[in-house]
């Protein structure tokens, strides 16, 4: 039986590779401000601000099988340059946001057989990094997040959330905008490379699927062996 899925902000970066990875046979809706990167993909399109909307659930089916909130941001700075309202956007984009979406899909997935939820988090909640403390605590509560509702909506929706290091996507291409700066974000990932769009696809894709079927509730590092190996000591 073919499945349902609603991804937040999947029309480009991670989330357009997301949509690439799921069941060809499978009914996608994207909810996003814009559908740059949907041409050619058989989705649905819903024009949607997670920051100022509300999810427009009469454009949705009853069920929703997967769901996938990709919005985030990458706000590197020393802490003393950053202001509180600094912490509130990066928590508004990946918490609240994230939260709102979730409570108003709470019934289409409660429909749901057993559904299947992928928030994404960031290497650096586990391994404290330099100039990442807007950043981390804001991933540091989604993984809360994860946590707290993969117990509360067990048996019948499956939370799980997955903690990349840095990957080519377009949010992070002032990080990696020329060799030198991708060569040395790699050398310092024990497998010396950097995180592919379509590596955090394929794992947000088993996630979502029935594959996934018995895990619940784990924080993935997706990192290169960056938050468990030090091959340099």
């Known amino acids: 039986m073919s499945k349902t899925f609603l991804l937040i902000g999947g029309s480009y970066g991670i989330g357009s590779q997301i949509i690439d990875a799921l069941p060809a046979d499978a009914s996608i809706f994207v909810a996003s401000r814009t559908n740059e990167g949907l041409a050619g993909k058989n989705v649905t399109h819903i024009p949607f601000d ?3 909307d509300d999810l427009p659930l009469e454009k ?42 979730l ?69 992070a291409n002032r990080f990696l905008n020329n060799d030198a700066k991708k060569e040395k974000a790699a050398l310092r990932h024990p497998l010396k490379r950097i995180g592919s769009t379509q590596d955090v696809a394929q794992l947000a894709a088993f996630l979502l699927s029935d594959k996934s079927s018995w895990m619940t509730g784990q924080v993935l590092g997706l990192d290169g062996g960056m938050s468990s190996l030090n091959v340099n000591g």
């Open 103 to 171: 409570q108003q899909l709470q019934p289409l997935l409660a429909a749901s057989e057993q559904a299947s939820v992928v928030l994404f988090s960031t290497v650096a909640v586990q391994t404290g990094m330099p100039f990442h403390a807007s950043v981390a605590a804001a991933k540091g509560a989604v993984e809360g997040l994860g946590r707290s509702l993969a117990a509360e909506w067990a048996p019948k929706v499956r939370v799980n959330v997955i903690a990349p290091s840095i990957t080519d996507t377009p949010l």
């Open 60 to 101: 949705l089916p009853a069920v929703v099988d997967g769901f996938a909130y990709c919005p985030g941001s990458i706000n590197l700075r020393p802490f003393k340059g950053l202001k509180p309202e600094a912490f509130t956007a990066d928590f508004s984009i990946n918490v609240m946001g994230a939260v709102k979406t």
């Open 50 to 52: 997670v920051l100022q």
